[in-house]
């Protein structure tokens, strides 16, 4: 089972990105996922959460009303829409989901990050 995040990449402030997290392998549910970030020298830190149905997110208070969750149960896959972004927005960004395998075993999965740079 793993997770691969794709859509980084340097944007200038103001801009938008869109980040995807596509879970892949031995799947039978994905529960809950959220998206982390790390700055140099910081924390990891949540940026936002849903739950399993999509129908409750919860989000860092600095991205609040820019960044919006979401998911695509069919496709196994979990979006972050980023707007008007900003230079304290500059990390890596990883995504997490709780995965129920075939097997029935419970994991937590980290995807490998992918870098977003906001230039000013």
């Known amino acids: 089972v793993q997770l691969v995040e794709s859509g980084g990449g340097l944007v200038q402030t103001g801009g938008s990105l869109r980040l995807s997290c596509a879970a892949s392998?031995?799947?039978?549910?994905?529960?809950?996922m959220g998206w982390y970030r790390q700055a140099p020298g910081k924390q990891r830190e949540l940026v936002a959460a849903?739950?399993?149905?999509?129908?409750?997110?919860n989000y860092a208070d600095s991205v609040k009303g820019r960044f919006t969750i979401s998911r695509d149960n069919a496709k196994n896959t979990m979006y972050l829409q980023m707007n008007s972004l900003k230079p304290e927005d500059t990390a890596v960004y990883y995504c997490?989901?709780?995965?129920?395998?075939?097997?029935?075993?419970?994991?937590?999965?980290w995807g490998q990050g992918t870098l977003v740079t906001v230039s000013s």
């Open positions: 849903i739950t399993r149905s999509g129908g409750s997110t």
């Open positions: 392998g031995s799947i039978l549910s994905i529960n809950g």
């Open positions: 997490n989901a709780e995965i129920t395998t075939m097997t029935l075993r419970y994991l937590e999965v």
